[in-house]
């Protein structure tokens, strides 16, 4: 289905609806910020605590983890394509489509799990394909076995946190990310380094921690929809149509574009750091202090971008077209003022910030992300803008474009220029920033621009005339 040029709406818009709206984002978007950053503290916790035990453990990990966070995105990009369907249908009150589509995300998530565990299986394969050294890729692989019984309960508790954001209810899966957090550090302290009369188990001890909180962690939010939610989903939604074809066909058109969008997105990033290697390891090791740093500050955009894709198809399931473009147009204001902070932290706080994760004999590192800040404070701005504006066209049902825009952004473009950049043009490792910031860019005037064109009242609801 192709854009159209935007009409005028008949809504007639007060100052004071616009202030509600404004408020209505804020609310939603702010414990799903916190709950991003929740859920990033754990794999932060589980790096800081291998890391004061090996520095062979660490480096396992983190090899692992590169393959393991692909696969896993992958996955759950499918199940991001609940976005619109959940949040339309609770708008428009369509209780049973509501139901029936916590059902379908379930089936879906069964059949995700199997591509999960296999890959995450051979973790080791991967990396030694990869040309890792054998010894880590022995213990990357052990890592990942560890945490192969986690991928059923992984995929279920992504569906339930999507299913009820898109319903506008967030403050349940904060406070379980909250406390199952915790419970993720005792069991580290515990499992890691043998304290409370638990075997040492190192790097897997990590592993068997993670594997446990995702564990209760699904189980307690599956108890408390279980508790609140019957009324909408009796059986938690798990009735025939959940098995129903034509369902699971809509979900994965609209999920699939999205899988394939973040892997476009992470295997830039991971190309990037490829890159940074060639270099050497001060260079390498400036470039992973400054895209940790970018991390961190990613998951503010990446909670407004949740909210926006919720509140977005909410609007449209009411009917609601200008109050849905205004909100849009709040989230994108949201993303670029909170992202303009963080760049003018990056920028003036260049010399400092990188001075947390070296030790003082470290200067080469420091002065080297000195260099790499400035360039990723711009980058930040077109970081919020991309994530944010591919959020609002996910609720309006439009999830192919961000896929294509992130395609052709960075494969042919972005990664291309910083590979010249950096070997050939005399930059160095500035040239793999300025290339992402570059890649980064196409994709944030290619959502923006997409969403300007959409014709939201010929559009509808993404199930009234199919994926797009």
Known sequence: MQPHAEPQSPETTHPEEGRSEWWILVQLALPIVLTNLTMFSMSAVDT???????????????LAVVWLAGTSMFASGILFGLDPIVSQAHGAKDRQRVASALGQGFVAAIWLTPFLMASWFF???????????????????DYARWLVPSAPFLMAFTVMRQWLQCRRIVAPIL??????????????????????????????????????????LAASLLAHLW?????????????????DWSGQKILFALGLPVAFQVTFEIGAFGVSTLMAGR????????????????????MVPLGIGLAASARIGN??????????????????????????????????????LPSLYTNSEEIDVRLVAALILPIAAAFQIFDGVQVVGSG????????????????????????????????????????????????????????????RRLDLERLGRVESKGAV
């Open 315 to 352: 609007l449209i399931g009411e009917g609601r077209f200008a109050t849905a473009r205004r909100s849009a147009r709040y989230a994108l204001w949201m993303a670029l003022g909170s992202m303009t902070l963080f760049a003018a932290t990056f920028y003036f706080g260049r010399h400092d």
């Open 175 to 216: 406070i379980h990310a909250l406390w199952t957090n915790a419970l993720n550090v005792w069991l580290n302290w515990m499992l890691i380094f043998g304290n409370g009369g638990a075997p040492e188990m190192g790097l897997e001890g990590a592993a068997l921690a993670t594997t446990i909180t995702r564990v209760v």
């Open 48 to 62: 800081l605590m291998i890391g004061h035990r090996s520095k062979e453990d660490l480096a396992a990990m983190g």
């Open 123 to 141: 973790t080791e394969d991967f990396l030694l394909l990869g040309g890792q050294e054998a010894a880590l890729a022995a213990s990357g692989g």
């Open 279 to 298: 270099l050497g390891t001060v260079d390498a090791s400036a470039h992973l202090i400054v895209l940790n740093l970018s991390s961190i500050t990613f």
């Open 392 to 451: 609002i066209l996910r609720g309006a049902g439009q999830t192919r474009p961000a896929a294509i825009f992130n395609l052709l952004g960075y494969w042919p473009l972005a990664l291309p220029m910083a590979w010249w950049l950096t070997f050939h043009g005399g930059f160095g490792i500035r040239g793999i920033w300025i290339g992402l910031a570059l890649g980064l860019a196409i994709v944030a005037v290619g959502v923006v621009l997409w969403w």
């Open 227 to 243: 508790w609140t939610q019957r009324e909408v989903a009796p059986r938690l939604g798990m009735r025939r149509e959940a098995w």
